[in-house]
């Protein structure tokens, strides 16, 4: 079982730039791949960028360039750089633990809201 609890989110001015945390605990997290996805008002929730065990990253073509995700093994977190936020990005982000043992264990956080305001 993993514990997943956003925070970071606010209201930003367009052209800002914020940082979203996830702290995670309850099983090893060096094992997961760990995914930030959003789902704005009315929308499909959406993969916005993942990290895998090993470091790799992958990132939506809305947001390459502009987000970077990283994660610290060591204080079992996952961070979402935001640079240049545009009223697009408004949305709740949602944080993403997922691993395929002998079975999937797939688990959510609760969601951090962000405003872009333009």
């Known amino acids: 079982q993993v514990q997943l609890v956003e925070s970071g989110g606010g209201l930003v001015q367009a052209g800002g730039s914020l940082t979203l945390s996830c702290a995670a605990s309850?099983?090893?997290?060096?094992?997961?791949?760990m995914g930030w996805y959003r789902q704005a008002p009315g929308k499909q929730r959406e993969l916005v960028a993942e990290i895998t065990s090993g470091g790799s990253t992958n990132y939506a073509d809305s947001v390459k360039g502009r987000f970077t995700i990283s994660r610290d093994n060591a204080k079992n977190t996952v961070y979402l750089q935001m640079n240049s936020l545009n009223a697009e990005d408004t949305a709740v982000y949602y944080c993403n633990a997922v691993w395929y043992g002998s079975s999937m264990y797939d688990y959510w956080g609760q969601g951090t809201q962000v405003t872009v305001s333009s």
């Open positions: 309850g099983s090893i997290f060096s094992i997961y791949t």
